[in-house]
């Protein structure tokens, strides 16, 4: 990492640059830009690119001076989250003809000066015509406790009665009122919809790499979690054999409530197509409200430990899982 090639790039912007290295003060570096007070700031390294669960640790960690973050490399949607956390990030050079990219924050305007090209954070991807979390959720509901009163809908779902009505009214087709309640028509031709109009979506995905079996995993790392009071649950085949044991499970997906570093339990970052490990902060809501525990985990709904395996392309594991649903919905409908 070139840090000469960073100061130079300050001072380019108008920044005036002062190492430090007063032993009683814990700021690393002075910058002072336009005539504007100076401001002290601690520098640390991050050898590699910066990703979101080192960017939510540093941030959780009391200092005396604001933060300055120097990398290898972040994307786009990493320093825009760094700019709104007040961390100033910079994308060190490793090699001389690399530029330097990043921002720096100045912590009592809040103010941002960008240095180098200010890369678009790119949107993320909508696929429109998609059913609400609300209206999955009540379909997942009716597959799990069938024939249900709107009241008792609305009431599970954390929504209006007119909500739940509009919901109805839009399934028209898959569902049916009885004198036991609203109940599913097909609960095959209900997981048939799932399948089609239910799209999972993360704000936050990373994959990481254990050599451990991923059972044990799941399990030291929920406990670990629980234990810092971060709301998780597990997906993937892990969950699908807890539910409905059919193979040895070769990959975790564990949804948690915000970004988790998980280094500590011994596992490392890893490229998607190396991965055996996922972990996800859902947008849907209902991933983690609806979990429940089995066996010692806590584990999403089980129809969504099957969405997981049919679009991570585990077409035998889901198959069975689906068996098994579907054998369960059958015998407790209406």
């Not at 100061?7 to 108008?14: D, F, I, K, V």
């Not at 960017?55 to 300055?68: D, G, N």
């Not at 948690?256 to 972990?279: F, H, K």
Request: glycine share 6%; hydrophobic share 45%.
């Amino acid at each position: 990492m070139l840090t000469t090639q960073i100061w130079l790039a300050l001072a380019e912007h108008a920044f005036g640059v002062t190492p430090l290295s007063d032993a009683k003060s814990t700021a690393d570096v002075q910058l002072k830009r336009d005539g504007g007070e100076p401001v002290q700031y601690e520098v640390t390294v991050v050898d590699g690119p910066l990703r979101p669960a080192r960017l939510s640790a540093e941030s959780a960690k009391e200092r005396a001076h604001p933060l300055l973050l120097l990398v290898a490399a972040a994307s786009p949607r990493t320093l825009a989250e760094a700019e709104r956390m007040g961390i100033s990030v910079l994308a060190a050079p490793q090699r001389a003809n690399e530029d330097i990219y990043g921002v720096v924050v100045h912590p009592g305007t809040g103010s941002a000066v960008h240095i180098g090209p200010r890369l678009a954070v790119p949107a993320r991807p909508k696929r429109p015509g998609r059913a609400p979390w609300s209206t999955s959720a009540l379909v997942i509901r009716l597959l799990d406790n069938p024939a249900h009163t709107q009241q008792e809908l609305a009431d599970a779902l954390g929504v209006s009665r007119v909500r739940v009505t509009q919901i109805l009214d839009k399934l028209d087709g898959l569902v049916a009122r009885g004198s036991a309640g609203w109940a599913l028509r097909s609960p095959a031709a209900a997981a048939d919809w799932l399948a089609g109009e239910y799209q999972p979506a993360s704000l936050v995905e990373e994959t990481w790499l254990t050599l451990d079996p991923v059972v044990e995993v799941a399990g030291e790392v929920s406990r670990g979690l629980a234990h810092q009071e971060v709301r998780c649950a597990i997906s993937g085949d892990v969950a699908a054999d807890v539910i409905a044991p059919w193979a040895n499970p070769t990959q975790l997906i564990v949804y948690c409530d915000r970004i988790v570093d998980l280094e500590p339990y011994g596992l490392t970052p890893s490229p998607e197509s190396s991965a055996n490990v996922i972990v996800r902060v859902p947008k849907d809501p209902y991933i983690l409200r609806d979990s429940r525990r089995a066996r010692g985990l806590p584990i999403v709904h089980p129809w969504r430990v099957w969405i997981d395996l049919a679009g991570r392309e585990f077409p035998d594991a889901a198959e069975a899982l689906r068996r098994s649903l579907l054998s369960h919905s059958e015998k407790v409908a209406p």
